[in-house]
């Protein structure tokens, strides 16, 4: 999807923030777009830097987009993980 589609997409989803993550039973903190491919750690890296999706999209040439669960594991570690949304919901969902 493109960051316009996959934004309109996360819109939609909202509701999902404050839910328990299936299979980790973990609250979800974040929902954002992310490319699902060789630019993710260059992305995430730069969108750490400067908190923007955009800037980190146009920097990285990142224009393929999924949709990225964000939240902590329980009791494995305090680190934040993620999953992309697909992993755990159907489109239907």
């Known amino acids: 999807m493109t960051l316009e589609e996959t934004a309109s997409k996360i819109n939609s989803l909202q509701h999902l923030i404050g839910q328990k993550v299936p299979k980790w039973n973990s609250i979800i903190l974040e929902i954002m777009p992310a490319p699902n491919n060789d630019k993710f750690v260059d992305f995430i890296e730069i969108f ?7 800037q980190a999209a146009e920097q990285t040439g990142a224009n393929d987009f999924e949709i990225l669960l964000i ?22 969902d």
């Not at 750490?48 to 955009?54: A, E, G, L, S, W």
């Open 48 to 54: 750490f830097q400067t908190q923007n999706i955009k």
């Open 71 to 92: 939240f902590r594991t329980p009791k494995q570690h305090g680190l934040f993980i993620y999953e992309w949304y697909s992993f755990f919901y159907s489109e239907s």
